[in-house]
């Protein structure tokens, strides 16, 4: 019989944090990339009390995923935090993207691979792949286009999504794979 000593289940703990065990193909016709409460509240600098700067900061990124995703056919999927605070950005916003939860039919369009991306990491973004994991998804997680209002929380929540739910990738890194 095997015994397992704590020092032996903490160094596997903490490597299976940064590194991840998850590994499969992400495949363009097999794909689609989500876009989490990418919406003016969080984006725009001092427009609302709930501004993300890492959001905006990372938006240009995030915009040329989108395009590389579009180019090679991958649909993206765009939601709205749909009880925003003060709803700031509604109604122009809720007349072009559909409420979270409205029931895509991403199996019907042969997808089983979601890729994560918008704001908050650590509370939207996050959800959504637990909830896609536990859904039976290949989840991938853009590592850096997501982002949090309290950037001390990135990389922490990052860390259990790598652990447990997902393949946190950079967007770089997810280009590369749905293009190899």
């Known amino acids: 019989m095997t015994t397992y000593t704590e020092e032996w289940v903490t160094a596997q703990a903490r490597s299976a944090y940064a590194h991840g065990q998850a590994s499969f193909t992400v495949r363009p016709e097999r794909t689609a990339l989500l876009v989490i409460d990418m919406q003016d509240e969080f984006l725009r600098p001092g427009w609302s009390p709930y501004w993300v700067p890492a959001a905006t900061r990372m938006a240009p990124r995030l915009r040329t995923l989108v395009e590389q995703c579009r180019a090679l056919s991958v649909p993206v999927v765009r939601t709205v935090f749909d009880d925003t605070h003060l709803g700031l950005d509604r109604p122009y916003a809720l007349q072009h993207l559909p409420h979270a939860g409205t029931g895509w ?48 929380r990135q990389e922490p929540e990052l860390a259990v999504l790598r652990k447990g739910f997902a393949l946190v990738l950079s967007a770089d890194e997810i280009a590369q794979r749905l293009t190899a």
């Open 105 to 152: 039919r991403l199996r019907n369009l042969g997808r089983d691979t979601v890729v994560v991306t918008g704001t908050l990491t650590n509370y939207c973004c996050g959800t959504t792949a637990r909830q896609a994991y536990e859904r039976g998804y290949r989840v991938v997680f853009g590592s850096d286009v997501t982002a949090t209002d309290d950037e001390s």
